[in-house]
């Protein structure tokens, strides 16, 4: 419902913060995730009678809320994940964004809630990103992470669509997710809960899932492990994906990943992870992968790499899991040459410093 006059008309008016607004990090090298929040966010409304209006640039700050919102009560909610990069030339580049927007549409096709038009909302990213560029951090491995949101902000107790919609994103400096170098990951395999079944909202990312989640997560962490590995709900005996990233196995020539089937998020990494892997020739597959086969690999030495792809990490490699009461180390607890080569290869095309062939990335200032 953005058609018509709004969009080509529709102006981004801008808000400047007052000087150091919002706190700055002491240094890259205490970012971490998730920690500092930029000067200044992007904000859109939604009226079903209306479509979307009154796109703006504000301070970062507290959104009021009726606290009949229905976000609040039905989590008609959906979220993106995406990182803006600054290049040693200088550069500031963006690494499909726009299929984090498309995405998004993905998720709020599927919650009911309103389409976004794309390369409106890309123009208003950009305009974000570079007002605030001075917070895009210098120190290699940190980046600027991007976080769209929408929430349903109608306010009435009902379970059904809202008609009236918030969307904003805010922006802020995340650290290197291995400063020291990569660590490799210690993965509990949950056998007990689940995190997605067929034909639910596995595929989209709404909170929802994310506070389904964190009962495993935290009873994982407890016991020492860094992540939950998932297994598909029914039979459970597949493998999934890993907390907030997909996961490939290198078995012998083959790199394999479990298939898209609704359950399991279709990361934006493991996409591009696929088309590297193709396009360096090697086998690829997105099959079934059952914890059997996984263990017997393990067993027989063709097992050669297990790692997560995500926004966050780009490549996570596992160094082990516990099964079932057993562990398992996966390529001697180190990280494989494969899983070090993907994350040199995507890094070194997100800071624009390698070729990218496949149009990815975007110099945007
Ligand atoms: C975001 C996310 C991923 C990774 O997606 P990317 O687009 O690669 O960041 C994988 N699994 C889940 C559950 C996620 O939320």
Redesign the pocket.
């Known amino acids: 419902m953005i058609e018509g006059e709004g969009e080509s008309e529709m102006e981004i008016k801008i808000t400047k913060a007052p000087e150091g607004h919002m706190p700055r990090p002491e240094s890259d090298d205490k970012l971490g995730f998730g920690k500092y929040f930029t000067d200044h966010m992007f904000m859109m409304n939604y009226h079903s009678d209306k479509g979307w209006y009154d796109p703006r640039i504000v301070p970062y700050g507290p959104i009021e809320l009726d606290p009949a919102a229905v976000v609040l009560h039905y989590g008609q909610q959906v979220f993106e994940?995406a990182k803006a990069y600054r290049g040693k030339d200088g550069g500031i580049y963006l690494f499909r964004t726009e299929n984090?927007l498309e995405?998004l549409n993905r998720s709020t096709a599927r919650l009911c809630m309103p389409q976004v038009p794309v390369d409106f909302f890309l123009e208003a990213h950009k305009k974000l990103i570079l007002l605030d560029k001075d917070w895009i951090p210098h120190k290699e491995g940190c980046s600027l992470y991007i976080r769209p949101t929408m929430i349903a902000t109608e306010a009435f107790l009902g379970v059904k669509p809202a008609k009236e919609y918030l969307f904003y994103t805010i922006i802020g400096p995340v650290g290197a997710y291995y400063p020291e170098g990569f660590k490799p990951t210690k993965m509990f395999v949950s056998t007990e809960h689940v995190r997605a079944v067929r034909g639910g909202v596995g595929e989209t990312?709404t909170g929802g899932?994310?506070a389904a989640s964190l009962f495993a997560a935290e009873a994982a962490t407890k016991k020492g492990f860094t992540q939950v590995l998932w297994l598909d709900a029914i039979e459970k005996k597949y493998v999934e994906?890993?907390?907030?990233?997909?996961i490939f196995f290198l078995f012998e020539d083959e790199l394999a990943t479990p298939p898209l089937g609704g359950t399991?998020?279709p990361?934006?990494?493991?996409d591009s992870v696929l088309e590297l892997a193709r396009k360096w020739g090697l086998k690829v597959s997105e099959r079934p992968i059952s914890m059997d086969e996984v263990i017997e690999a393990l067993a027989t030495g063709t097992l050669k790499e297990v790692f997560g792809?995500?926004?966050?990490a780009v490549i996570s490699p596992v160094g082990s899991f516990s099964y079932m009461g057993k562990e398992y180390v996966v390529a001697g607890g180190r990280t494989g040459e494969l899983s070090k080569k993907f994350y040199d290869t995507l890094t070194g095309i997100q800071y624009g410093e390698l070729e990218d062939p496949f149009g990815w990335v975007h110099r945007i200032g």
């Open positions: 994940g984090n995405r990312k899932n994310y994906e890993v907390g907030t990233s997909n399991i998020l990361g934006i990494t493991r792809t995500g926004t966050a």
